[in-house]
């Protein structure tokens, strides 16, 4: 009985064990085929995340390909307000009272914020002409053009513009890095501890602080330009001549400038004469009296030439 209850319990004790191993086994494939699940999941979602971000990324890539040049943060402004335009004007205006006319357009001038930069006046009558450069803010320029050309009869315009955005860009560039290489001399200036050393940086400074300010000079001219328009009127009055004339060629013109150039020099060869006439009559006449009488003092008499005797005649002999 004993030996059969010993039986027992060893059958017993093996089946405990091969049942927990095989729950132990089935737990084990559990937990390995919902970690494999899982990674699954991720690799899903990871893989169905990642889509969108790559269409997104070739989407922007096509916004970025279709968007046009200059539309990125750091380029320049290209619009029309923001560049530096220099505008002249060359205008000419017949009008009946060209004084007048002048105040005037010197009162638009000032009106609109700018000045006189030049008054010429020619005559007093009918054929005056009054020579003007006004200088304008360049935002007022058309206004001020348009409101000169009803001062009385327009005869012609031109207007000129001259971009010079990208000359105003490089010169800020060089006068930024000129700055910086000034500041760099100075500092070795400090720090020369030799005669040699100083003198050398001391010329090299006095070299790169001038083209500093030559630089910086040219930047503050072309910004009065592109501040200030430059408009030059002609006031006419109504006798003043409005057609230059016409070069012309041919026989005829020719010998009207060579008729021309004779007279002219007639013109000055008698001007001389007449200014030297006076001097000629006052000591001329006199000079011309003084010689003759010394010419008949130093006539010498005339000599009678003495009567000589005519050589003698040979004689001649008679034949035997």
Known sequence: MTTMGAGMDGQ??????????????????????C??????????????????????????????AGAPEGAGAG??????????????GTMRVQVDDVDSAARAATAMTTRAGGFVGGDQRHSADADAVAELELRVPAAKFTDVVEEI???????????????????????????????????????????????????SLENELGRREADL???????????????????TVSLAGPAA????????????????GGWKAFV???????????????FLVALGVPLAVLLVVLRRRRKPPALVA???????????????
């Not at 300010?213 to 408009?231: C, G, P, V």
Request: no cysteine; aromatic share 2%; net charge positive.
């Open 12 to 33: 017993a004790g093996r089946r405990r064990s091969a049942l927990l191993a095989t729950t132990a086994l089935a737990a084990a494939l559990a937990l390995t085929g």
């Open 35 to 64: 970690g494999a699940g899982d990674s699954g999941a991720q690799d899903s979602a990871g893989s169905a995340a990642e889509a969108p971000a790559a269409k997104g990324g070739d989407a922007n890539r096509d916004a970025a």
């Open 75 to 88: 380029a320049p402004d290209l619009r029309v307000d923001q560049r530096a335009i220099i505008y002249t």
């Open 149 to 199: 050309a009803k001062l009385g009869r327009q005869q012609s315009r031109e207007i000129d513009t001259q971009d010079v955005t990208e000359e105003t860009v490089d010169l800020d560039a060089r006068i930024t890095s000129q700055r910086a290489r000034v500041e760099s001399a100075r500092r070795l200036l400090a720090r020369a501890t030799s005669i040699t050393d100083l003198v």
């Open 213 to 231: 300010a030559a630089l910086e000079a040219k930047k503050r001219r072309l910004a009065d330009l592109t501040a200030l328009s430059t408009i």
């Open 241 to 256: 001549k409005t057609t230059e004339e016409k070069d012309e060629t041919g026989f005829l013109t020719g010998l009207k």
């Open 264 to 278: 002219v020099s007639m013109t000055v060869l008698l001007t001389v004469l007449g200014a030297l006439l006076p």
């Open 306 to 320: 003495p009567v000589s005797a005519p050589p003698p005649v040979p004689a001649t002999r008679s034949a035997p």
